[in-house]
């Protein structure tokens, strides 16, 4: 189980996260901003043409461009790109091939998520689910992948000093010999 | 070829109303003959030829009822039939735009009866009424077929009454086949959740899924195209 957690990977995925929350934010206060000069607008005109406006709030409502937007569905649509740069990232310490192939598949996933997937799906929880599963995934593999290339190394180093030692003694033993 | 386009014509907000208004437009197939069209407008029966009504189709895009009335009084020489124009209200109007929306929306379809399939063209689809003036613009949106069910049809009834949607049947007989559709209008006001009751549905709960189900079908439709321009 200790394998499945990294320090150094959770801060990355934080740094991510950050980065996601960022955006929507920005994209949420842009939208309310854009919604409340509409709903001006909206109240100037009902007073000359009240059969077209009727009820504001159901207005901006059901309109494509003035919605609410909901933070579910925004946190999808931009949620794939943080962790594509989260993956590359990761790939510049000695990666193996399991990294390559989780980028190489977080490529494709992105190509079909930005022309076709966040369009149709972002709204379904179906597949919010899944994109929060995909992170998941992704920080549980990282991370033990990480932890298990640390372990190596440290076994590696002391390896290499019980070789440096082994070294040692026998050079003495040798030279030891030697002189006598 | 026949365009029916059923809807109500007084502003359920503001009168509680549900008058049904039928416009009907009946074309030949202008490959074969170059005779008039009629259109039987709530009973009242116009014959233009195929040239006005293409003048008509163009020239009434985008304009307010005002300039739709000019726009019919230059065109049509039955001052009758424009003049009538003069005091309908805004949702009477849009209704009669979005006759010629469609007709040149689908127009190809009464010189050619093989070029373009009608059923592509009017589901699932979107035509803007294009005015030329910076901001958003109007479209009639037509829904998605799997919706148009039996079980379905309180609901289609409940929001025709409340302005929200419009009844649309294209008749081509043998050669084009029958076609029904609904449309979301110009004129699209915002409806509050008490107006969604009927009897059939006392909360409303129901009817109000469904708009929300046709609204959600249109934003996909509309940002899809805003994103990818097809």
């Known amino acids: 189980m200790q394998l499945l957690y990294n320090h150094k990977i959770f801060l990355l995925f934080i740094g991510g996260l950050f980065s996601l929350l960022l955006t929507i934010a920005v994209i949420y206060i842009k939208q309310l901003t854009k919604r409340e000069t509409e709903r001006k607008r909206l109240e100037e005109e009902k007073r000359f043409q009240p059969e077209a406006v009727g009820d504001i709030d159901a ?122 | 070829m026949e365009i029916v386009i059923l809807g109500n014509k007084e502003s359920f907000q503001l009168t509680e109303n549900n008058i049904p208004l039928e416009i009907r437009l009946i074309a030949p197939n202008l490959a074969q003959s170059n005779s008039l069209f009629t259109i039987i407008y709530d009973g009242y029966t116009l014959r233009i030829n195929p040239d006005d009504c293409y003048k008509i189709a163009e020239n009434i895009k985008g304009k307010s009822p005002i300039e739709v009335h000019f726009a019919l009084n230059r065109i049509i020489e039955d001052t009758q039939f424009s003049n009538s124009f003069f005091n309908k209200s805004l949702t009477e109007v849009s209704l009669f735009k979005a006759l010629f929306l469609i007709y040149n929306w689908v127009e190809i379809a009464f010189t050619d009866a093989y070029a373009v399939s009608i059923g592509s063209k009017i589901y699932n689809e979107f035509i803007i009424d294009y005015n ?66 009927s009897q059939q549905d006392p909360t409303g709960e129901k009817s109000y899924t469904f708009w929300k189900k046709i609204l959600a079908d249109r934003d996909a439709r509309l940002n899809s195209w805003m994103k990818n321009r097809f």
């Open chain 2, 132 to 197: 030329n003036q910076v901001g958003s613009q109007q479209d009639i949106y037509f829904i998605r077929k799997e919706l148009i069910t039996n079980s379905n049809k309180i609901y289609l009834n409940k929001l025709i009454e409340v302005n929200l949607l419009v009844k649309l049947n294209m008749l081509g007989g043998d050669t084009f086949g029958n076609f029904e559709t609904y449309f979301i209008p110009l004129i699209k006001p915002g409806v509050s959740r008490d107006y969604f009751t």
């Open chain 1, 59 to 180: 207005k901006l409502e059901d309109s494509v461009e003035f919605k609410k937007p909901n933070i579910f569905q925004e946190l999808t649509k931009w949620g794939i790109q943080p962790l594509l740069i989260i993956s590359f990232i990761s790939l510049f310490e000695q990666a193996t091939e399991v990294e390559i192939i989780g980028t190489f598949f977080l490529v494709i996933l992105t190509l079909f998520h930005e022309f076709y997937l966040a369009e149709k799906f972002s709204i379904a929880s179906k597949y919010q689910f899944t994109i929060l599963a995909i992170w998941i995934f992704f920080f549980f593999l990282l991370s033990y992948k990480t932890n298990i290339r640390q372990e190596k190394q440290a076994t590696s180093v002391i390896n290499t000093k019980k070789y440096h030692s082994f070294l040692a003694v026998h050079y003495s033993v040798t030279n030891t010999t030697k002189t006598h």
